[in-house]
């Protein structure tokens, strides 16, 4: 258990954690923008109810993923300080930024939670807006950094010391496009299936109550049109993945041998020794279209990268695994829901859809950590590809088991308690409403 | 042709003063809210977290302008604070997270007194030790005992935020806060004659306290930090020393006779006065005596693109903040 081990160990589990929470809060306020959207047209007092018993979800969500995020902030510097007083001048300036697009969220939301009885609906929804935006925003700039640290760009290199810096082509690195669409449509889809599950969950108890009908129909939403998107947008990123970073798509993939016609492996297990995948299923072609969009081209393999620049080939193949069968699995829900709402015309709400959302909701939260354990643990063993190497970034601090056994508790300790507050919120989820009918 | 270097210097210690004025006072109001007693505490509790809980959000985000300020001004000051400084950073951080949890789930939980019981002694434990780490890591940034060698603190990880100046640093921020805390919520219990009178005598006796320390801490610092120890005492320090005094017997002045909106200019002016004439004395370190303004800077185009970005940015969020405050603090039903 070496000391960069833990700080990478606890980075991954602090991010983890984070991720959830900035998640919620980029596609919760707009799952609020459109249910009090949608009120001020119909004056439903249902969606009323639900924007308000939606935002109480947004503030405890809202106040842990500030927290959770100010800890990253300051992890950056207390693990990994050589990293930053590298990359500080030519990253700074999109972490600056995010902290204004935060900021203005943070503002905004105080004033949605609190300013319902003190302004117009229209400024409230308005106030709601610039929520979602805001957040939006911040998740887009802050992106660019982990897509510079895959694909850096904006400075050159003398005795190892960053010189000639451009913060602005740092922020507009080949890797960005890509990384912000596929996260930012990642957020709307987890959002909406894990917040569609949620609500299933009590309409399998109750299909009839209001608040969670309307509820569900506007997650559903969302979720649905983001997921076919999704998928798109990761063939896009694994086609400029083999580009940028030959050896996380041949991780991501358990592709050894360098070759033409490279088929698809899913599942199995690769083994690093005889560099080979025993068992899973082996689709010809597959990878070299999927990768460039020809099936005769050659894609790198594993064993022409050097040896010490190999990532955790069996945990990168295993997340993309499960991160793509996961997607899929939530299309194939979305699928089902069109067919119904075709059929019937009205919300799915069938017995076996919803327990399918039981399901789909978890998955897209696993699909999204699936998706980051791919991409970080597949830039590995770079913190900055090809510039620096995580374990010459670490803090030269020691102990560090003492404060990761601190911090995760204290994490399990938020968490147990978020799960408490939601649970308590939930069950009295649009309680205030009394559907006249 | 005024330094980008020193521009950005200049907003981070505005930051910093800022967050001070605004999140210092949320630290102090949990202060309070842990010192809570008689037959009243129920209703200082309550006042307490009904100023808080619309801004406590948006004032504690100015901590991570400073933070993300620094690493990207003056990136190997950053390093070297956070390497060095790892210990009391991780304290307040730890204390900070624990804080605003414990605030939101004291709310939006259960309800049952037993649970609103613990989380606010977390909440209130925690706003007491916050300020304490995070003051006695800006006190080590002056007493000279951080000296980085191949990345790593020559005089260990235990240097220069243990000694007696560093503590007293410490010490000094937790009274600050509480004393800027009781004066604003004097102003927030306006319709409480006897909430008033009590948020009155905590700011007295919290001021008196704010003094004594001072003088404790400057003392110490003639040995724990002697840069700063000589430029408060022989150059142009004890000019802001003497304004700072003014400033807070202007506070007594405006709580014994109850004129509270002066009392808090007063109360913020302290704030200011201290923390820019720390800044002043510091100048040009950022880590006495390794680390400077200059030194430390980030490339020219950084500090302009930077710069650029905050003035933009500042467009959106100046009318933001006023908008914000304007719905809670000034329109009152």
């Keep these: ?437 | 042709m005024i330094h980008p270097e020193l521009v950005v210097a200049g907003i981070l210690g505005f930051g910093l003063i800022i967050y001070a004025l605004l999140g210092g006072a949320d630290f102090g109001g949990g202060i309070w809210d842990l010192l809570a007693f008689g037959e009243r505490a129920r209703q200082h509790r309550a006042l307490i977290i009904n100023a808080m809980a619309p801004v406590w959000e948006a004032n504690h985000v100015w901590l991570i302008l400073v933070v993300v300020l620094l690493f990207t001004g003056f990136p190997p000051a950053f390093a070297a604070i956070t390497t060095a400084l790892h210990i009391p950073l991780t304290l307040a951080l730890i204390a900070i997270v624990l804080r605003g949890s414990a605030f939101a789930f004291r709310q939006y939980g259960t309800q049952d007194d037993k649970t609103v019981y613990i989380w606010s002694k977390v909440f209130g434990i925690s706003s007491l030790l916050a300020p304490l780490f995070l003051g006695m890591s800006l006190g080590a940034l002056s007493g000279g005992e951080i000296k980085m060698v191949n990345g790593t603190p020559a005089n260990g990880f235990f240097a220069g935020w243990l000694t007696p100046f560093a503590i007293g640093c410490g010490i000094f921020a937790q009274s600050m806060f509480a004393f800027l805390a009781a004066i604003y919520l004097t102003n927030e219990a306006k319709s409480d004659p006897e909430l008033q009178a009590d948020y009155r005598s905590r700011g007295l006796f919290s001021g008196v306290l704010l003094a004594v320390i001072a003088m404790v801490v400057l003392y110490l610092s003639k040995t724990g930090a002697p840069v700063f120890y000589t430029r408060m005492i022989h150059q142009w320090g004890p000019w802001i020393l003497a304004v700072t005094g003014v400033c807070e017997v202007v506070t007594f002045w405006g709580l014994k006779e109850r004129r509270f909106a002066i009392a808090r200019i007063a109360a913020a002016g302290v704030v200011v006065l201290v923390l820019s004439g720390w800044g002043i004395a510091q100048y040009p370190y950022l880590v006495t005596p390794g680390y400077t303004i200059t030194s430390s800077a980030a490339p020219p185009i950084t500090l302009r693109y930077l710069l650029i970005g905050l003035g933009s940015g500042a467009f959106i969020l100046v009318p933001s903040m006023g908008y914000l405050f304007k719905v809670f603090k000034f329109r009152r039903d």
Aim: with cysteine; charged share 15%; proline share 5%.
């Design chain 1, 1 to 437: 258990m070496t000391n960069l081990f833990i700080a990478r160990l606890q980075m991954a589990f602090t991010l983890a954690f984070h991720i959830i929470f900035a998640v919620a809060g980029i596609g919760m306020p707009l799952l609020m923008v459109i249910a009090e959207g949608i009120y001020l047209r119909t004056k439903k007092p249902v969606l009323l109810e639900l924007t308000k018993s939606w935002s109480k979800v947004v503030a405890v969500l809202f106040a842990v993923g500030a927290v959770s995020g100010t800890v990253i902030s300051f992890e950056l510097g207390l693990l990994w300080p050589k990293f930053m007083e590298f990359s500080g001048g030519i990253i700074g300036l999109a972490f600056s930024l995010e902290g204004f697009a935060f900021f203005v969220e943070a503002i905004f939301l105080g004033v949605y939670l609190y300013g319902w009885n003190r302004i117009s609906p229209l400024a409230h929804w308005i106030s709601g807006l610039m929520v979602a935006l805001g957040g939006a925003m911040s998740g887009v700039i802050v992106l660019t950094t982990n897509a510079w640290m895959n694909s850096p760009s904006g400075f050159d290199l003398l005795n190892g010391k960053p010189i000639h810096i451009d913060p602005v082509a740092a922020i507009f690195n080949q890797a960005s496009f890509h990384e912000i669409l596929h996260m930012m449509l990642s957020a709307y889809v987890t959002a909406g299936f894990a917040i569609a599950a949620i609500h299933a969950w009590y309409l399998l108890k109750d299909r009839t109550h209001p608040t969670h009908r309307a509820a569900l129909s506007i997650s559903l939403l969302v979720g649905i049109v983001s997921i076919p998107l999704l998928i798109f947008s990761g063939d896009i990123s694994s086609r400029r993945v083999a580009e940028l970073q030959p050896a996380k798509l041949a991780a991501m993939e358990a592709l050894y041998e360098t070759r033409s016609s490279a088929p698809l492996v899913i599942g199995g297990i690769p083994d690093d020794k005889t560099m080979s995948v025993k068992y899973g299923i082996k689709i010809p072609y597959g990878l070299s279209i999927l990768a460039a969009r020809d099936p005769k081209a050659t894609i790198t393999g594993l064993y022409d990268i050097p040896r010490d620049e190999w990532p955790n080939t069996a945990l990168v193949h295993l997340a993309f695994d499960l991160m793509v069968g996961s997607g899929f699995a939530i299309l194939a829900v979305a699928a089902w829901a069109c067919w119904l709402w075709w059929k019937r015309r009205e919300l799915p709400d069938t017995t076996w859809f919803l327990r399918a959302l039981l399901v789909a909701g978890p998955m897209s939260v696993i699909a999204l950590e699936a998706g980051w354990v791919v991409t970080e643990l597949g830039r590995q063993p770079w913190i900055i590809y090809k510039i620096m190497r995580t374990a010459d970034a670490v803090t030269t601090m020691p102990g560090l088991i003492y404060t990761f056994i601190t911090y995760l508790l204290l994490y399990l300790i938020l968490f147990s308690v978020v799960v408490v507050v939601l649970r308590q919120h939930l069950s009295k989820f649009g309680e205030g409403f009394d559907d006249p009918s």
